[in-house]
Nanobody, 125 residues
């Protein structure tokens, strides 16, 4: 199973970026897909997840600004990021969960067993 994240880059505060995560050897239609991020010197933190049912979940810090979605036919998940802030600067990782995750486990890194390589997002003020 391989996950390939892309779409990161540099953007000014208030701008937008869309991250993509494509899976090979695994189907997103039957798994939870999550996005995490890690800023320098900080722990990797939960950003968003979309469950098999299509229900979406967000951390409080990105709720209302980020939108997660997936295209099962393309086996690709997306993270649309808008109104970006300098504190959103981090390496963003996509991950595939172990089957259908319960809501309380979505936020835990250990709930995911496949990870992409990460894509850098830099937001300047």
């Amino acid at each position: 199973v391989q996950l390939q994240a892309s779409g990161g880059g540099w953007v000014q505060a208030g701008g937008s970026l869309r991250l993509s995560c494509t899976a090979s050897g695994r189907t997103f239609s039957t798994n939870t897909v999550g996005w995490f991020r890690q800023a320098p010197g900080k722990e990797r933190e939960f950003v968003s997840a979309i469950r098999r049912s299509g229900s979406t979940h967000y951390s409080n810090s990105v709720k209302g600004r980020f939108t997660i979605s997936k295209d099962n036919a393309k086996n690709t998940a997306y993270l649309q990021m808008s109104s970006l802030k300098p504190e959103d600067t981090a390496v963003y990782y996509c991950a595939a969960g172990k089957g259908t995750l319960i809501v309380s486990s979505l936020y835990l890194k250990d709930s995911y067993d496949s990870w992409g390589q990460g894509t850098q997002v830099t937001v300047s003020s």
